[in-house]
Each structure stands twice: as structure tokens, then as C-alpha cells.
């Protein structure tokens, strides 16, 4: 099993971030910023870490992420999914 996290590389407008910044300080929480990222746990057949981390990295460069836009982070987590 591997964790995915894309977000949005420094510097992107991040509307959505915005909206939920302002909304927690008009609900009188003392927020700066918010930035928004999508989580993805995805179970896979993997014999070996390195195999999920790089079948993770597939799935981010060819559908996840855009490599324009968007940064990702994977954490592959151990004894799920074959990656002892």
C-alpha cells in the first residue's frame, strides 16, 4: 500500500486554499494560510518497496500529478500489499 500527496508547487494560486483560509478566519480562527492537497491510498501488488515506490511514481507522472502544477510526495507503508 502507498500513501500519494500532491499539492500544488510554490507559488500556484491555490483558490480553493483561499476560500477555506478566509472562511476559518471569519469563523475566528487565527489562520494565515491554507493550502489544499489531495491524499491518495492506493493498495497495489508490490513484491518489494522499491517496486511500489517506483509503480506509485508511475501513477503520479502518467495520471495523479501534472508535472506543471503539481508536486507529490509517496510514502510507501510497510507490511500492506506485499511490501514487507
Do not use: Q
Not at 21 to 37: I, M, T
Not at 40 to 54: H, I
Amino acid at each position: 500500500m502507498v500513501r500519494i500527496e500532491v499539492k500544488l508547487k510554490s507559488g500556484h494560486f491555490d483558490p480553493e486554499g483561499d476560500v477555506t483560509a478566509k472562511s476559518l478566519r471569519d469563523l475566528g480562527f487565527p489562520v494565515n494560510s491554507v493550502r489544499v492537497s489531495k491524499v491518495y491510498t492506493v493498495e497495489l501488488d508490490a513484491n518489494s518497496r522499491e517496486k511500489a515506490m517506483s509503480t506509485a511514481r508511475d501513477m503520479c507522472r502518467k495520471l495523479l500529478a501534472n508535472p506543471t502544477k503539481d508536486d507529490f510526495f509517496i510514502e510507501v507503508l510497510a507490511g500492506e500489499g506485499g511490501t514487507d
